[in-house]
């Protein structure tokens, strides 16, 4: 860094550069999951599918995991401020790109391009802000911001983008974020003077090799996971090629980087006992994170609320965030009684799951759901970014961009997974109640004949023919069958995800090393894109 000029331009004021800083990060956030806000007005939009709108996710996620492997010399070579101008004019060139696009493949590579360039986005947001925290604590703080903003991700750029969509044509979402980012980043660009963040180093030897086989290699785990459940997994020949081509690519990949004098991922990551332990929570964490989403499918395919009231009621969840971040802040300063906080945090997620499983109902109020999601919100802020910062504190400094690295791998390969997990559980647990309601549906049972002649009648009270009433009357009683059997789905998986949480205490209890370990990252500089 110049010691010289500083970053910031001597008479702007620190609350104004915190603020230009976090418009500029939050803007960056809001894209990560913006194809997904809404996935049923983007599927309509685009005549696409529900997995094409997962696909569109994926492939902005494996841009940002696998850019990061390059991002930095990028970052190292270029004046900060200029850096900042480019990647701001080209983020907003192709989000005008996608806002005039209606073809799906076509949003597929524009969303890669968002995400490598956002990349570049967090990596200047995080080291500006990291530079204006002053205490002691400064990175562990900066790191526990980030990652609970990563967390309420989802509801916010839900409260975002639904208001857009219920009044304009989806792709106007793309055009609101342009928005975002302008007064954001004009704001940023104004108060910054010309220097280099980081140490200037020559922008030549760039590993593009490692970026081009990380890239393809995330690109076909998402169509795998994303495209499987839908062709029948290992009867479709295009499934079957891409899990070849993974292989391929994953083993040419570590060939390359263990015979590599300078490799992109530093493979002796793994030598570090704690590291290991740390990736291994970190995949828990992430898969029961991505049971979550069932509770807003349920919301709004069950309860019949709107994409915009299911996600105000995700409000609750966002404050338990902040709550659960801050007591990891505190946790993390005092450096001792790690293992207690992850205990205590899966122990709240195992509270919501088996909580919520009692709740599952046709009918319910939403007042019922506040506390739940307060609690699962606290436990996932408690454990989150402590697991991250374990794993960046078990390897040598100079081994912490590969950690990041392979972080972000596993943190790709698991939310893909998660979403495959839970399209193939829905499938089977569907089947499953499927035929054991209709086995039990019988006149002795249901009353069939009852139930079918009170739709008809309510329906021709209401002014529809009797012949029409007749047909109607038997979609609503498959639609009463469909809710049934995707309630009994979210009871089964969620006991699952609870059994998950319970053995995840017991994994922890059975870690003291855990409590050993010292989170130290005073010298280590910003790798948040590489989580």
Known sequence: MTSQIPIFKARVPEWLII????AV????????????????????????????????????????????????????RVVTKDYLLICIILEILIAYWCYHTREIWLIFALRFLQGIVNCGLTSISLNLLFGRLKSEYAKETGYTIFYGMILCVSPITALFSVPIVENYEYNVVYKAIIFCFLPSAVLLFSVMNRVHILRKTPLYKIDWMSFVLFSTMLVLIAYVLVYGQQYDWLEDASIVYAILAILFLFSVSIIRQGTLKRPAVDLRVFKSRNFAIGIVFLVILYLIRGAFSLTSTYFINVLGMDSLH????????????IVGSVIAIRYLARQKHLRILWIT??????????????????????????????????????????????????????????????????????FSLSLAFINFYQLYFKGLHNNDLRTKLSLLDFNVPERLKMYQSALANRGMPRDEAAKAAVGLLNKALQKQTFLQFCVSYYELIALLCLLTI??????????RTIINLKNRQPAAVGF
């Open 19 to 22: 603020l230009s800083v976090f």
């Open 310 to 321: 299911a996600n105000e009621v995700m409000v609750f969840n966002i404050a338990g965030v």
């Open 345 to 414: 945090g899966f122990m709240l997620l195992f509270v919501f799951f088996l909580w919520m499983c009692s709740l599952f109902a046709s009918e319910a109020g939403t007042n019922n759901f506040y506390l739940p999601l307060f609690l699962q919100g606290l436990g996932a802020g408690m454990v989150m970014s402590p697991i991250v910062m374990f794993i960046m504190s078990s390897v040598p400094d100079y081994m912490s961009q590969s950690a990041s690295s392979v972080g972000v791998f596993v943190r790709f390969s698991t």
């Open 25 to 76: 990060l939050l803007s960056s956030v809001l894209l990560f999951a913006l194809s997904t806000a809404d996935g049923t007005a983007a599927a309509g939009y685009y005549g696409a599918n529900a997995s094409d709108v997962q696909f569109s996710l994926l492939m902005f996620y494996a841009a940002v995991a696998s850019f990061a492997v390059v991002e930095r010399r990028f970052f190292a």
């Open 506 to 515: 017991l994994l922890i209890a059975l870690q003291p090393v855990i409590s």
